[in-house]
């Protein structure tokens, strides 16, 4: 009897032993589930979406450098490879898909010969005050700056570049003045092209934070400016 009793026992804490063991492995899958779909995408988030375009352009200019490369290109594709990377870090920061690339923004800058029949009657006004232009060419505001409307519904984004305020372009050499305004909150900023890059206008860290809203990475609504 005794011996039998034994046995139940060591049954019952095995039982339990299991049962404890299947229990923490449930709440681990349940854990790791949640967080997996706290993951936010291009789709549900718009931060996400401005990270992943940047990377989207990013791509789409090493490709472009790879397809007509120069003696430049390799530097090139390697500097825009570092930026990804570290476009990556802040995507897994902000919990977004990380790796997660758009190109969005490609499609808007496409028909050019529409940008200055808008702008056209735009353009007759501030004539009188183009030596004005030069001025504010540097200042992050830019409001007294007006120019040729380009890139007619384009969006912008970040390069990822540091430095001082710059942009980047595929359409206009660098020495370029853009003004960029953010038609969502009003500010804009006044910047030199100094680089190439895969759509209109790309800004670096320094000029998009003059213009971004808080915890966004795209600007939808933007006005595109020539000014010098």
Do not use: H, W, Y
Not at 13 to 23: E, N
Request: glycine share 8%; net charge positive.
């Amino acid at each position: 009897m005794s011996r039998r009793r034994t046995l139940s026992t060591k049954k019952k804490i095995a039982l339990l032993v299991s049962a404890v063991t299947v229990a923490g492995g449930g709440a681990f899958a349940l854990a790791a589930t949640s967080n997996a779909a706290s993951v936010q995408n291009a789709q549900t988030s718009q931060v996400c979406a401005g990270l992943a375009t940047a990377i989207g352009n990013n791509q789409k200019f090493i490709a472009d450098q790879r397809a007509a490369p120069d003696a430049q290109s390799e530097a090139r594709i390697a500097n825009r490879e570092a930026v990804i990377a570290q476009i990556k870090v802040q995507q897994e920061a902000s919990n977004c898909a990380v790796g997660e690339s758009a190109q969005g923004s490609q499609t808007a800058p496409q028909p050019p010969q529409s940008a200055p029949a808008q702008s056209a009657p735009a353009q007759a006004a501030p004539a009188p005050s183009a030596p004005a232009q030069s001025a504010p060419a540097n200042n992050a505001g830019g409001g007294a700056a007006t120019g040729q409307q380009v890139c007619v519904g384009s969006t912008v984004t970040l390069s990822g570049e540091g430095g001082a305020p710059a942009a980047s372009s595929n359409q206009f050499p660098a020495g370029t003045k853009l003004k960029v305004t953010n038609l969502d909150n009003n500010k804009s900023t006044t910047v030199e092209v100094t680089s190439v890059s895969g759509s209109c206008a790309l800004l670096n860290n320094a000029a998009f934070e003059q213009v971004r809203e808080p915890g966004k990475f795209l600007i939808r609504k933007a006005r595109i400016e020539k000014v010098g």
